[in-house]
């Protein structure tokens, strides 16, 4: 898996609403599909019925307070990404959610303040060695803690299974 660089670029799709759940990500009528990129045509249609036609690769959502609440489903990690999401960053997550995030190879990032500098369709940088997400329309910034680097190389590995398996060849 290539390295994941320091700094990420995209366009914002802002969901300031509390409690997004996995359900309103990938609704259950599609939990029997597991591929992401079939997965991807439904991401999010429950909220954002326009979501999918807009959403370009390696934009960002943006969102508010425990995001991915609800049932444990891997399905909504698979469905963003396949749409083309690079990262969430929320004010905080649904502790299932992050998980599967970072075992599936999928950048989950907690600043509290990105809704107060971030608008949908602003052009957003996001350095994560620097924990700083920067608006560069307008050059608004707000601070976030950094990855660890555990999770940055289990994101890096592609998920937890591709990683167990290199430390397992090591």
Avoid at 55 to 73: M, W
Wanted: charged share 25%; proline share 5%.
């Amino acid at each position: 898996m290539p390295e994941l660089p320091d700094r990420l670029t995209g366009y914002a799709h802002v969901y300031p609403r509390e409690h997004i759940n996995t359900d309103e990500i990938i609704p259950a009528r599609y939990l029997n599909v597991h591929e992401e990129s079939e997965l991807a045509k439904y991401a999010m249609e429950d909220i954002d019925a326009d979501f999918v036609r807009r959403v370009l690769p390696g934009d960002f959502i943006i969102a508010g307070e425990n995001f991915g609440c609800g049932s444990s489903r891997e399905h909504a990690v698979w469905a963003l990404r396949g749409a083309g999401v690079k990262v969430v960053i929320a004010k905080s997550y649904a502790r299932i959610f992050f998980r599967n995030a970072i075992n599936n190879g999928f950048l989950a990032i907690e600043c509290p303040e990105a809704l107060e500098v971030i608008a949908t369709g602003d052009q957003v940088e996001l350095d994560l060695r620097a924990g700083l997400l920067r608006n560069l329309g307008n050059g608004r910034e707000a601070t976030f803690v950094p990855l660890s680097d555990f999770a940055r190389e289990l994101i890096e590995d592609g998920g937890l299974l591709p990683h167990i398996q290199k430390k397992a060849q090591a």
